[in-house]
C-alpha cells in the first residue's frame, strides 16, 4: 500500500537530495508532503489518514514532534537511547573510531581538565569532545587546552550538568562514507568527507561494505538506521558514529533504493502493527 511522507522543508543543507528521495516516494505511488522547518520541530498534523503508514524525514526535533503527535506506524525509526554513544559503544567496542576515550558528566569537564589533556590530548595538546545523545547539544569538535575555557562557556547554557560527554584522544581520518544499512547490510552509501574537508562521491568501496556486515552481524539498533564508517591512515575501517536514518543527510546516496526500501519497510512494519 502506498505511505505517506512528512519532509520537514529546510532541515538538510542539501534540498535538491531531499526533493530527489521526495521524487522516488512519487515514483512509487507514495504521497508527499513538505512541512514548513521550524527551529523546535513543531507543526500541525490535520488530515491525516490514521489507516495509512507514516514515515518523517527532518531534524530531531521535528521526529520528536512526529513520535509524540502521530500514532501511524513507522513514523521514525528511532529508539533514541540505542543511539546514544553510551549505549552503542558497548555493542562495538572493537570498532568505534575512538581507541583512547572516556566518559564524563558535562558539569566534571571543567573539575577534569588537567586529568583530561594528561590523559587524552595529541602533541599539539588537542582533544576530541563530542556529546553522548544523537540530539547533539553542541557539535563533536577538537578543542585546544588554551580555549577550553572559552569552549566550555560557549556550550554551557544549552548544557545539563548530568549530561554525558565522550572525551578522546583525536584520531586522524581519511576518508568517511555515510552508508544507509537496511537489516544489517549496506544498502547505498556515499562518500562525504576526505581529510575533514566535504567531498561527496557516490563510489562506496566494497571493502566499506564488507566492514558494516560484519559490525552488524551481532546488533544493530533498528532495521533500517545510518552508519558513519571512517579509513584511518593506516587503511583500517572504524565506525565514526550511528544515527537514524531519518534525520541523516544522504549525499550521493541511490535515493530510489532508500525510497524503495523505505516503502517497504513502512508496510512491513505497518503489517506487524495491523495483527495487533
Not at 119 to 139: A, H, M, Y
Not at 154 to 181: A, L, M, N, Q, T
Not at 187 to 193: D, F, V
Not at 196 to 204: A, F, T
Amino acid at each position: 500500500m502506498k505511505i505517506l511522507w512528512l519532509f520537514q522543508s529546510g532541515a538538510f543543507g542539501d534540498e535538491e537530495v531531499v526533493q530527489r528521495l521526495a521524487y522516488a516516494a512519487e515514483e512509487l505511488g507514495d504521497e508527499v508532503r513538505k512541512l514548513p522547518y521550524r527551529p523546535f520541530g513543531w507543526s500541525e498534523y490535520e488530515d491525516i489518514d490514521k489507516d495509512i503508514p507514516v514515515v518523517g524525514i527532518g531534524s530531531i526535533n521535528f521526529l520528536h514532534d512526529i513520535q509524540r503527535k502521530i500514532p501511524n506506524i513507522p513514523g521514525v525509526w528511532a529508539d533514541w537511547p540505542s543511539l546514544e554513544c553510551s549505549f552503542y559503544y558497548t555493542k562495538y567496542p572493537d570498532t568505534i573510531v575512538q581507541r583512547h576515550w572516556c566518559m564524563f558528566p558535562y558539569g566534571m569537564l571543567g573539575h577534569k581538565k588537567d586529568y583530561i589533556y594528561h590523559q587524552f590530548s595529541d602533541e599539539e595538546g588537542l582533544v576530541f569532545v563530542r556529546p553522548n545523545r544523537n540530539t547533539k547539544r553542541f557539535t563533536g569538535q577538537l578543542v585546544h587546552k588554551n580555549a577550553f575555557d572559552s569552549w566550555y562557556n560557549y556550550v554551557s547554557p544549552g548544557s545539563d550538568p548530568g549530561d554525558i560527554v565522550i572525551v578522546s584522544k583525536p584520531e586522524v581520518i581519511s576518508r568517511e562514507w555515510r552508508i544507509v544499512v537496511y537489516n544489517g547490510v549496506g544498502a547505498t552509501g556515499s562518500l562525504y568527507m576526505v581529510h575533514g574537508s566535504l567531498l561527496v562521491d557516490e563510489d562506496v568501496p566494497e571493502r566499506v561494505y564488507a566492514f558494516v556486515r560484519d559490525v552488524c552481524r551481532d546488533w544493530y539498533p533498528h532495521a533500517l538506521f545510518v552508519m558513519d564508517v571512517g579509513e584511518l591512515e593506516d587503511g583500517t575501517l572504524r565506525i565514526v558514529e550511528i544515527g537514524s536514518f531519518n534525520c541523516a543527510g544522504l549525499y550521493a546516496s541511490d535515493v530510489r533504493k532508500v525510497a524503495r526500501i523505505v516503502h517497504m519497510e513502512a508496510n512491513h512494519d505497518w503489517e506487524k502493527y495491523r495483527l495487533f
